[in-house]
């Protein structure tokens, strides 16, 4: 049985939630995060010495970092179509990966936190506007990509997609007027019509605005 640690509204948790829910795999989730001093634990340490969310065990094998999450349970479970097997496919998924923890991800979490999760008398519009504004530089780069194949590895979902596709409702759900690329746009269309996607992204994040802590 596959082990899941972390609080569900957590956006790294978010990628291990939503791909065992594609894959159809049963797990025992355990909603764990800093606020309640959970991973500073010796247990919990002993599973990710990082002290972060998610962590998963598959039996005897743990694996932290969410993209090597998703990159484990696509390869152990659907080494056919969410794991390509062709190298070069493979690659296309894995670089946008990659793209997404390097760039998307800081800039985006710069633009959560400093406009939703910061309470409205302290935010920063300065520091506000120049991470919305690298957050549409970044749209727009994807939005080229996906004017030529309608999944972010080619023609079909892939673990590609999953990093890629975590924010994009909080981008657009969040009350910031947000750059909408027609590509981007389709393409979140497409993952709209996914149950794991709706049921694990597209759920409300209300209880996060304006809270500062985890
Ligand atoms: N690069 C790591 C980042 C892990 C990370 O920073 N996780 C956050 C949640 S998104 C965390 O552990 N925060 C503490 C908490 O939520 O309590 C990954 O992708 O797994």
Request: aromatic letters at 14%.
């Amino acid at each position: 049985m596959i082990e899941l640690w972390g609080r569900p509204n957590a956006y790294n948790v978010q990628k291990a939630l939503w791909i065992l829910r594609e894959l159809g795999l049963e797990f025992i989730h355990y909603d764990v995060g800093s606020r309640r001093g959970d991973l500073d634990t010796p247990e919990f340490l002993a599973l990710n010495p990082h002290g972060r969310i998610p962590v998963i065990r598959d039996n005897d094998a743990v694996v932290w970092e969410s993209n090597s999450i998703v990159r484990y349970l696509a390869a152990r479970y659907d080494p056919v179509t969410l794991w390509p097997p062709e190298p070069l496919a493979r690659s296309c998924a894995e670089r946008w990966m990659d793209w997404e923890l390097d760039k998307l991800q800081p800039d985006f979490i710069d633009l959560f936190w400093g406009f939703y999760r910061t309470p409205a008398q302290s935010r920063d519009y300065h520091l506000i506007d120049a991470a919305r504004q690298k957050c549409a530089r970044h749209f727009r780069q994807l939005d080229r990509h996906l004017e030529q194949q309608p999944f972010v590895a080619g023609e079909s979902f892939t673990m590609g997609d999953i990093p890629c596709g975590i924010c994009l409702y909080r981008y657009f759900e969040m009350g910031l007027d947000v750059e909408k690329p027609a590509g981007v746009m389709q393409w979140y269309g497409r993952l709209s019509q996914r149950e794991a996607y709706r049921n694990t992204i597209m759920t409300p994040f209300d209880e996060l605005k304006g809270r500062v802590d985890f």
